[in-house]
Each structure stands twice: as C-alpha cells, then as structure tokens.
C-alpha cells in the first residue's frame, strides 16, 4: 500500500540532500501517516484510515464544531 494520506493526499517527496562540499545526493521525505479510527456520524460506524498527522489535527477542529469528517 503506498504512503499516501487519503484525506490530503500527501505522499512521499524526493529531493538532494547536500553536503558541505554541495555533493548532492537524493533522497526522500515521507509524510507522517498514522492509521487511524475514525467515526463518523453520518452512518454511525468507524472506518479505518491512513491519514497524515496535519489532517488529524484538522479532523479534530471540525469535530469538536460539530462538523463531520
């Protein structure tokens, strides 16, 4: 399954990393996903979800207005 947030669709990124002599070689960052439970109202069950950690702290904003997922 790949690294990707299915909320935001955040997924890995590629780049250089660079030395002090500015040899460059390549290299990746990958998002901060986390597998999470979650509920949501309208059909009363939980479901299961790869999401990234910035959009858990969106999720948690729009639960606590009221707002579903």
Known sequence: MP???VKTG???SFGNTRSH?????RRSWKPN???KRVFDPVTGT???MKVST????TLA???KEGRSA
């Open 54 to 57: 910035s959009y858990l702290r």
């Open 21 to 25: 002599s500015m040899r460059h070689t």
């Open 33 to 35: 996903l986390q597998s």
């Open 61 to 63: 904003k729009r639960l």
């Open 3 to 5: 690294r990707i947030c």
């Open 10 to 12: 955040k997924k890995t």
């Open 46 to 48: 939980y479901t299961r």
